[in-house]
């Protein structure tokens, strides 16, 4: 299993940025993905998942309406465009093997991405 991030970088607060991250070494057209946060000081908590079925994605409640998780089955890859982004997103953004919550295995999760909000 190999997941790599991307699209991190520095924003001010109410801007904008889309993550990616390209999966390969398992099926991942039939693979639920998520993202998963980690703020400073704090423990890793998820974010957004998808399912390759018709599922709804589902998100935490914080994010509802601002981020949007969505994948592209045939180049192996899900997103989370952020929006109106506040300094309280500011973590590291990692994608994962699951739909939701947090998975067991280390090796389900990426290295991250960081993101920073502001001004």
């Known amino acids: 299993v190999q997941l790599v991030e991307s699209g991190g970088g520095s924003v001010q607060p109410g801007g904008s940025l889309t993550l990616t991250c390209t999966g390969s070494g398992f099926d991942f057209d039939i693979s639920p993905m998520s993202w998963l946060r980690q703020a400073p000081v704090h423990s890793l908590k998820w974010v957004a998942g998808?399912?390759?079925?018709?599922?709804?994605?589902k998100y935490t409640y914080s994010v509802k309406g601002r981020f949007t998780i969505s994948r592209d089955n045939a180049k192996g890859t899900v997103y989370l465009q952020l929006t109106d982004l506040r300094p309280e997103a500011t973590a590291t953004y990692f994608c994962?093997?699951?739909?939701?919550?947090?998975?067991?295995?280390?090796?389900?999760r990426g290295q991250g991405t960081q993101v920073t909000v502001a001004s």
């Open positions: 998808t399912c390759s079925s018709g599922t709804p994605p």
């Open positions: 994962a093997k699951t739909f939701q919550g947090i998975p067991a295995a280390r090796r389900d």
